[in-house]
Each structure stands twice: as C-alpha cells, then as structure tokens.
C-alpha cells in the first residue's frame, strides 16, 4: 500500500474512532508523525501522553543516530503543544495518569 493511502486511511480510522478534547495516548511515536499531522488535528486532545523508549535496537530507525534524532523532533514538537508530555520509557513501565485515559494509539 503506498504512503499516500496509508495516511488517508489512517485518517479516516481517527476521524472516526477519536473523541474530541480527551486524555490520550500513543504508545510508540518515533518522529511522531502520526501523532502531530494526525491524531492532534483531528482530535484536539486535552491531553496527550506520547510515549516511546526511543532505544535503538526497539524501534524503526536504522540507526542510534536516527533513533536520537527521532525523539529530538517529538520532543521539539511536543513543545510547541501545552497539552502534550513526552514520556521516555517502555511502554510497560511509563505510568499514565490513573482513570483519566480513555483511548491508547499502539502503532
Ligand atoms: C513504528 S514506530 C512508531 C511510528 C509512529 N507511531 C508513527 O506512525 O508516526 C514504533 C515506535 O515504538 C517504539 N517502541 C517499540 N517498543 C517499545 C517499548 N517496549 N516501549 C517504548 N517504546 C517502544 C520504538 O522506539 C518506535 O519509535
């Protein structure tokens, strides 16, 4: 399946199954792009929790370099976010805000 449909179906998937203005989180960012172009403009959360290791050897980058860079441009993009906390850790580990999150994103 090419870029261009995966985007639009993904798309189509959040626009459908995200609340508005929820507590939210993604378990796995990478760079981020699913959580920044998709999920923040189609379901302005209250809160979003993005939450990734970032360690190379678990992810999809091809390098440490890569793996580094990747969670430098989540973070410098979280920071232009009020609603969004970066969280680095396994995922299994990360605690999450107790009986406020209603949807988790694992991709
Ligand atoms: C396929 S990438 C995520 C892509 C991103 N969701 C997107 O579509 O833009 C998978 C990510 O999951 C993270 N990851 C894998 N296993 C993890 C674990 N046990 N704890 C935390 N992060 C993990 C990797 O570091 C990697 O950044």
Redesign the pocket.
């Known amino acids: 399946m090419a870029l261009k449909q995966i985007i639009d179906s993904r798309q189509k998937m959040y626009a459908y199954i995200l609340p508005k203005n929820a507590v939210i989180a993604?378990?796995?960012?990478?760079?981020?792009?699913?959580?920044f172009d998709l999920i923040i403009p189609l379901s302005n959360p209250k809160e979003f929790h993005l939450?990734?290791?970032?360690?190379y050897g678990?992810?999809?980058?091809r390098s440490e370099g890569e793996?580094l860079n990747?969670q430098e441009e989540s973070k410098n993009k979280a920071s232009e976010y009020p609603n969004c906390t970066i969280h680095i850790?396994?995922?299994?580990e990360v605690t999450i805000i107790e009986n406020t999150l209603r949807y988790l994103i694992v991709?």
């Not at 993604?26 to 959580?35: D, Y």
């Not at 939450?51 to 360690?55: A, P, Q, S």
């Not at 850790?89 to 299994?92: L, P």
């Open positions: 993604e378990l796995g960012v990478s760079r981020g792009h699913n959580a939450i990734d290791d970032w360690k678990n992810s999809c980058s793996t990747a850790g396994d995922t299994v991709n």
